[in-house]
């Protein structure tokens, strides 16, 4: 919380690097027959803003709660900047956690909450009342010490959370769904407050949430999670952009996954691959052998201009959505009966088409990608 | 049967029964109150005349005040230890992961359904082995067994009230496991815990069966001895004494009622 103000020589050293280096190895938690989460190993660098996504019941929790050591692994190890920390109970640890329902204790004030951690701490009281006052002073809540929980709002009571699980400058912030009870606009502002809050503390974060658009924004790196495994880790842009298998390029976006039979390589990492029901593609045979093609909507040309395109097809407008600027066609290929989806932004003075007229549709070969997995339906 | 008069006709019916039911559940009790005040010297009703003079001869008498004194002598702390108990056994039982934890939640709560005089037959022996018949520490062991499922009933009522993300939270700021029952559950539960102690309290007050088997002359308690008193002397002392009890006994419930109506306010973002 403080690491500009006040800091001696010495711990400016330290300030340099305010993050943990995380690194699990093979961590597994079974509950009896229930497996939540199978083997992992993840390194998470210092400073880094680390997402995980995933739908509900794929692990995310388990491995945040293993991680503040609520949890205990059924094996594997955790370590941080080197020491494994398996055996140390959650309070020694020293890592701040956000929870969904900030579980703000409802039977102290506001600056009681924030000094808690450092009351655990042996704190002083002077400095303590200090760096809580800087703590608020952080949150912009100056003035809101004196009020319970239950006086704020819901995007006060998140800051307040934010700086009671900072307040002790820990070197790991853990963050489950923390924005997940706010509505859709303050969360996005609470989404840059905690990026930019992160930013000046250089603290680690592993941050689980629901919502791919907040860990695209938000994350350096962010993993995919189904059934207790990290489907894939990455950039948001080489999740989106290269995904290695039909989950993970229809978790992100709305990718077209449409399913293939065949593939014969050619030059230069492309294949061709023949769709189920008709109908040949050149694509990138990204991750070797494919079932699957996932094309991104923004990468799909419709009217006239398919023509260019290398794959073109006939198709059929089923539906044309328009959203702030930007519209969103539903076609469904001539011959195999494939649906694809289509998006682009609009001008004023363009003309949208209409459900149920007939259209051309293509995409260039380097914006299809032969993947893994066989598609939905 | 959508006819409006009817409905209302019906509603009424049940208020004037829910009403019969509480005065049928009340007056009884209350009846005791004219009595005490009689000038009669043997318990009538209804009393012919006013007068002060029994619970004048209450306050005078050693027997009452040695008893009073034996109730609370074994009261407070019957139900000091049934709270630290049932404390401890609502935490394991709710908080903790025990195997088998209904079961054992059942006989946590069994002494409260088993009718009191298996207890009281079954101890009886036990403590005449143990030569702990009659003393304090036997009629005090009684009731605590017996308390304990009060105090547990309303602690896991108030455990289960918040999910344990708190705890959980605390845990990871740094409180270990003593401080973060010291800080954050006992604040939390600390309405249920009072309302148990009350309850327990209350409870060895009025108790009169295993006072009987339990205690002897010395250290018997109120209740069994207005149970000795009806047997031979009617005289409307008993009834003063009674109406006593019975305003310390709800002024205590009173207490209670406050109490688990100020922790009935549900803390913000309770369960997820
Ligand atoms: N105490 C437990 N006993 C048995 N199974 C459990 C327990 N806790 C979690 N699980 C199971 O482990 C799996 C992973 O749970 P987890 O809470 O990590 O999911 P999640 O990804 O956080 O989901 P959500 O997005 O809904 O919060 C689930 O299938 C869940 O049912
Ligand atoms: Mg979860």
Redesign the pocket.
């Given at each position: 919380m403080n690491v500009h103000a006040d800091l001696t020589p010495d711990h400016k050293v330290i300030a340099e690097k305010r993050g943990a280096l995380v690194e699990f190895g093979g961590v597994t938690k079974t509950?009896g027959p229930?497996t939540?989460l199978r083997p992992t190993s993840l390194r998470i660098e210092a400073g880094e803003f680390f997402a995980i996504i995933?739908?509900?019941?794929?692990?995310?929790?388990?491995?945040l709660g293993i991680t503040a050591g609520f949890i205990v692994p059924s094996a594997g190890m955790i370590r941080i900047d080197g020491a494994d920390i398996v055996a140390v109970p959650p309070y020694s640890r020293n890592f701040g956690m956000v929870f969904q329902n900030y579980a703000l204790f409802p039977h102290m004030t506001v600056a009681e909450n924030i000094g808690f951690p450092l009351r655990m701490r042996g704190v002083a009281k002077a400095e303590k009342a200090e760096r809580v006052a800087r703590a608020l002073a952080m949150v912009r809540l100056e003035g809101l010490g004196d009020r319970r929980p239950s006086e704020l709002s819901g995007g006060q009571q998140q800051r307040v959370a934010l700086a009671r699980a900072a307040v002790y400058d820990p070197l790991l912030l853990l963050m489950d769904?923390p924005l997940g009870a706010l509505d859709k606009n303050l969360r996005e502002e609470m989404q840059e407050e905690i990026k930019k809050f992160q930013k000046a503390l250089g603290v680690t974060v592993i941050y689980?949430t629901?919502d791919q658009q907040e860990a695209a924004a938000m994350a350096d790196r962010l993993a995919i999670?189904r059934n207790?495994r990290l489907e894939q880790i990455g950039s948001p842009r080489e999740l989106y952009e290269r995904p290695q298998n039909v989950f993970v390029a229809g978790f992100l976006g709305e990718a077209s996954i449409l399913p293939v039979t065949k593939t014969s390589p050619l030059a230069g990492g492309f294949a061709v691959a023949e769709l189920a029901g008709g109908g040949n593609v050149e694509a990138v045979a990204s991750t070797g052998v494919g079932e699957a093609l996932c094309i991104r909507p923004e990468c799909i040309v419709v009217g006239p201009d398919a023509e260019q395109t290398d794959n073109v097809f006939a198709a059929q407008v089923e539906e044309a959505v328009y959203a702030n600027g930007s519209v969103r066609y539903r076609l469904r290929l001539d011959g195999s009966g494939h649906v694809v989806n289509a998006r682009f932004s609009t001008r004023p003075d363009l003309v949208l088409m209409q459900p149920g007229q007939r259209t051309k549709v293509g995409w260039a070969r380097r914006d299809g990608l032969l993947i893994e997995g066989r598609p939905e339906t | 049967m959508t006819d409006p008069r009817l409905w209302r006709i019906l509603s009424y019916g049940i208020l004037a029964f829910a009403v019969l039911v509480l005065i049928y559940l009340v007056l009884p009790t209350l009846v005791i109150v004219p009595l005490s005040f009689s000038s009669e010297t043997f318990l009538s009703f209804p009393p012919p005349g006013f007068s002060l003079q029994w619970y004048d001869a209450f306050a005078q008498s050693l027997d009452y005040r040695i008893a009073i004194l034996n109730s609370v002598k074994i009261g407070l702390p019957a139900a000091l230890f049934a709270t630290v108990f049932g404390t401890l056994a609502a935490l394991a039982l709710v908080r903790g992961h025990l195997p088998g934890r209904r079961l054992l939640s059942a006989l946590m709560i069994a002494p409260l359904i088993l009718p009191q005089i298996v207890l009281a037959i079954g101890l009886f022996p036990i403590m005449v082995k143990l030569g702990i018949i009659g003393s304090y520490a036997g009629i005090l062991l009684g009731h605590t067994v017996l308390a304990m499922p009060l105090v547990f009933i309303t602690v896991a009522a108030a455990l289960k009230s918040y999910a344990p993300t708190y705890e959980l939270a605390a845990m990871t700021l740094g409180a270990n496991r003593w401080n973060t029952f010291r800080f954050v559950t006992l604040p939390m539960i600390k309405p249920g815990v009072i309302v148990g102690f009350i309850f327990a309290f209350a409870f060895s007050f009025d108790e009169l069966i295993l006072a009987i088997f339990l205690t002897n002359p010395a250290t018997r308690t109120v209740p069994r001895l207005l149970w000795e008193h009806l047997n031979y002397q009617m005289t409307p002392v008993i009834a003063a004494a009674t109406v006593v009890l019975l305003v310390i006994t709800l002024s205590m419930l009173a207490i209670a009622a406050v109490y688990a109506r100020t922790g009935a306010r549900k803390p913000s973002g309770a369960a997820s």
């Open positions: 509950y229930v939540a995933g739908p509900s019941g794929s692990g995310k929790s388990t491995l769904e689980v629901h999670m207790g | -």
